[in-house]
């Protein structure tokens, strides 16, 4: 910029000196003085627009199930589930979804990585409150009792509705759990305010989306949850010939 020149003087200097040019020659002298400013410029506007983006598409989660150390009927993944349960639930999913983790598995005999991974992964979850349905196996309903993570179906279900998912069944009277079907199970949970034992959960072994010859799986709900409407349909779905 010349001495005792102010930039707006600079400026209209240099358009002076490009009037008449060629575009190209325009553009060389813009993108060399201007190149820092204008890429900023850009990506502002782009992480502005993503956000923006992000925010007026994203959906909220009506129901959310895992399942844990289970084995899936391959056939069927999880986006053809998560599509077929909300059409059975009939969720509106221009503005609600569901959501569905199928692969989760923790080994607490020999723990690793992995297990270690999904054991944090279950807890954010629950402490999230993202969570509305956990399907898992006998170790995993074992170790996890005295945590507070399964509620007493009773909040959700009615004697009327549990007997249809089975007669009252305790850990002692299961000898052939794969064999069985609709069974509903009960355990003594500490600090539940109750004598005796509760209603944790109702066996989907026969689920279509479960392998059922490979090991028994219970639908839960957890303590926190916060869509147990959809919980149970999804105890429905699950059941569905």
Known sequence: MATGNSVHDEVKEQQQKLKGKPFKEKWAYFWEYYKI???VVIAVLAFAGNLIYTF???????MEAAFVNCYMNTEVDSDTMIADFEQYADIDTSSDCAAIDRDMYVDYENSDQYSYA???KIIAMISGKTLDALITDDTYMDHNLEAGLFCDLH?????????Q???YTTVSDMLDLTAIDDQVI???LPDDNTDGEIPIGISVSRSKYLLTDQANAWFTIPANCQHPENAKKFLEFMLEP
């Not at 007026?56 to 989660?61: F, G, M, Q």
């Open 37 to 39: 400013q204008t890429i």
């Open 56 to 62: 007026a598409t994203r959906k909220d989660t009506v």
């Open 118 to 120: 999904n054991m944090q």
């Open 155 to 163: 909040q959700y279900f009615t004697d009327e509705e549990l007997a």
């Open 165 to 167: 998912y089975g007669d």
């Open 186 to 188: 009960y355990k003594d």
